[in-house]
C-alpha cells in the first residue's frame, strides 16, 4: 500500500505530452491569471493585500486583510493517512484567521476528481489547493501556466519558528532534495516518509545483533551473524523487485561518490543524465555489492514469489531479520504486527570508515498544490494556509495520526512532542541522531521520453532477484541498460 502521495519527478526538458492533455492546457490558457504580490511584509509575510496597510485591517503576521472573507475550496486526497491531520490544521487556522474558511472535497480519488475539471477548463470551478497526484504529470500542467510556483515558501518564517525560516528549519537535505519542475517547488512539502532497512528490534537485542552497523565491514558481518541463527538477514518482494532500493538505491550511488572524493561530478552527471549512468563506478560498485552478497546467501532464496505484505511478514514472523522498506511499513502492518513488536531502522554504510556519511533516502510530499487562475487574494491565504502545516501542533498530528516523518528538524527537540512519532518513523529519527546522515531523493533535472529510456529501466528491474540471489553476473545487464539509455539521450537531444 503507497501511503505517500503529492511528491513527483523533477523535469526540465519535456519531450512530449499527450494529445488529450495538451488540448486540455491550451483551453485553459484561455484565461490571463493576475500578478500575484509576493513582496515581503517586514515580518517575514507576504505582503499587504489589495493596498490594506492601516495596521488595525490587517494580519500583523502576513499583511493580510483581515476584513475580506476568503473562501477556500481544497481538493484533499484522503490517503493512508486519513483526514484527521488536516481537519485539525484547518481548524486551528480558522481560528487563528477567522476570516477564512474551506470547503473541502475527501476523496481516495482527487486525482481524478483533478483530472476532470482541467479537462472541463473551468477555473472557476477548479480547487484552490489539492494535493495527490495529477493525471498526465506535473509538468504539462505547469507548462502551461496553471499551477502557482511555491519556491518563495522556502524564505518564510514559520508561524513558530523562532524567526526561522522553512529553509531553516526543514530536515538536513530535504530543501535540496524536494521535487521540483523547472527548478520550482510547486507543492511545497509537509510530510516525510524515508526508507531502508526495517528490524524487529526485540528479536535483534535477543541475539545480540549489532542495531547499528559503522561500516560496510560491519553490517556484512551483521549479516553473517544473523545467517549463522539460521535466519534470512535481508528480505524484499520479488514480485516488486525495486523495493531493494530502498535500502541500496540511487542515495548509495551518492554515498560512494562521496567515498570517491568525486560527488561533485557524480550529482551533475545523475541529474542531468550525462553518461555514463549504469556504467559509472558507483553503479558498478552498488551492484556488484549486492551480487557478492546474494553469492553469500544474504537474500531468502524464495524471494521472486513474495509480494510485499509478505516480505514483511518474514520480519514480524522472525523468519527474515531485516526488510527493504520504508517507515510506513508500521501503518502498513498494524494488523498484523503483535502488540509487544517494537520496529527499528538502519541504512547500509557503504563506507569502511566510522563516521562517513550515510546517505538515506527521504520522500517528501503531501503538500498542496495551488492553481494559478485564482484570485489573488486567494492563491495568498492558500499559501499562508501551506505555511501554516508546518506549524509544530499540525507536525504532531501528522506523526501522531498520519504515521508520518515530521518535515521539521527542531520536532523531536520536545520529549513529549517527540514520543508521539509511532515507532518506525521515531527509529529513522534516533538513527539520524547517531550517525552522520544526508537525505537524497534522487531526483532528477531532466526527464526521458523516448521509449529507450523505460526498456533500459526495464532491464535493471527484472535482473534484481537474480543478481541479489547471486545468480547473474550484474555487468552484462549494466552493459545493456547503458546501451539503451544512450540511445533515450541521444534520441532526447535531436
Request: charged share 25%.
Amino acid at each position: 500500500m503507497r501511503l505517500f502521495q503529492g511528491g513527483f519527478p523533477v523535469a526540465k526538458k519535456i519531450k512530449a505530452v499527450s494529445i488529450t492533455v495538451a488540448v486540455a492546457m491550451l483551453a485553459l490558457m484561455s484565461a490571463a491569471c493576475g500578478k500575484t504580490d509576493d513582496k515581503p511584509a517586514a515580518d517575514g509575510g507576504q505582503g499587504t493585500a489589495n493596498g490594506a496597510n492601516a495596521s488595525n485591517s490587517v494580519y500583523p503576521e502576513n499583511g493580510l486583510p483581515k476584513d475580506q472573507k476568503v473562501t477556500l475550496k481544497v481538493g484533499f486526497f484522503e490517503s493512508g493517512m486519513g483526514r484527521e491531520w488536516f481537519d485539525s490544521a484547518m481548524d486551528s487556522f480558522k481560528k487563528k484567521f477567522p476570516n477564512v474558511s474551506f470547503e473541502v472535497v475527501y476523496s481516495p480519488k482527487i486525482d481524478t476528481i483533478v483530472g476532470t475539471k482541467i479537462s472541463a477548463g473551468n477555473d472557476q470551478d477548479m480547487f484552490d489547493l489539492f494535493s495527490g497526484g495529477i493525471p498526465g504529470g506535473v509538468e504539462p500542467v505547469v507548462a502551461a501556466g496553471k499551477l502557482e510556483p511555491q519556491e518563495d515558501l522556502w524564505d518564510r518564517k514559520a508561524y513558530d519558528g523562532n524567526g526561522k525560516t522553512l529553509k531553516e528549519l526543514a530536515l538536513d537535505g530535504e530543501y535540496a532534495s524536494a521535487p521540483r519542475v523547472q527548478g520550482k517547488t510547486y507543492a511545497l512539502p509537509v510530510a516525510g516518509t524515508s526508507a531502508g532497512l526495517l528490524y524487529d528490534k526485540n528479536l535483534f537485542a535477543k541475539n545480540g545483533w549489532n542495531e547499528n552497523p559503522k561500516t560496510w565491514e560491519e553490517f556484512l558481518k551483521l549479516c553473517e551473524d544473523i545467517k549463522a541463527k539460521g535466519i534470512v538477514p535481508i528480505t524484499f518482494p520479488g514480485q516488486y523487485p525495486t523495493y531493494l532500493d530502498n535500502a541500496f538505491g540511487a542515495w548509495k550511488l551518492f554515498e560512494l561518490a562521496e567515498i570517491n572524493n568525486n560527488l561533485k561530478k557524480f550529482e551533475d552527471d545523475f541529474r542531468n543524465f550525462k553518461l555514463p549512468q549504469h556504467l559509472s563506478s558507483e553503479s558498478v560498485e552498488r551492484w556488484k555489492r549486492i551480487y557478492e552478497m546474494g553469492k553469500k546467501g544474504y537474500f531468502p532464496e524464495g524471494v521472486a514469489a513474495l509480494n510485499h505484505t509478505q516480505s514483511q511478514m518474514q520480519v514480524v514472523q522472525g523468519k527474515a531479520a531485516m526488510v527493504a522498506t520504508g517507515t510506513w511499513v508500521q501503518n502498513e502492518m498494524k494488523d498484523s504486527t503483535p502488540k509487544d513488536f517494537k520496529w527499528g531502522f538502519m541504512a547500509v554504510p557503504m563506507s569502511s570508515k566510522p563516521g562517513s556519511t550515510v546517505y538515506v533516502r527521504l520522500s517528501a510530499g503531501n503538500g498542496n498544490y495551488i492553481w494559478a487562475a485564482k484570485p489573488d487574494l486567494n492563491k495568498k491565504w492558500a499559501k499562508e494556509f501551506n505555511v501554516w502545516l508546518w506549524n509544530l501542533d499540525v507536525q504532531t498530528v501528522i506523526a501522531d495520526k498520519g504515521g508520518m516523518l515530521p518535515v521539521r528538524k527542531d520536532f523531536s527537540d520536545d520529549p513529549a512532542r517527540a514520543s508521539k512519532i509511532q515507532d518506525a518513523p521515531k527509529a529513522m529519527y534516533d538513527y539520524m541522531k547517531t550517525n552522520k546522515v544526508m537525505l537524497e531523493s534522487g531526483f532528477r533535472n531532466v526527464s526521458l521520453s523516448d521509449p529507450a529510456y523505460q526498456q533500459s529501466t526495464k532491464v535493471i528491474t527484472e535482473a534484481i532477484t537474480q543478481i541479489a540471489l547471486g545468480k547473474q553476473d550484474p555487468m552484462p545487464i549494466l552493459q545493456e541498460a547503458e546501451a539503451l539509455l544512450k540511445k533515450a539521450i541521444e534520441a532526447q537531444a535531436k
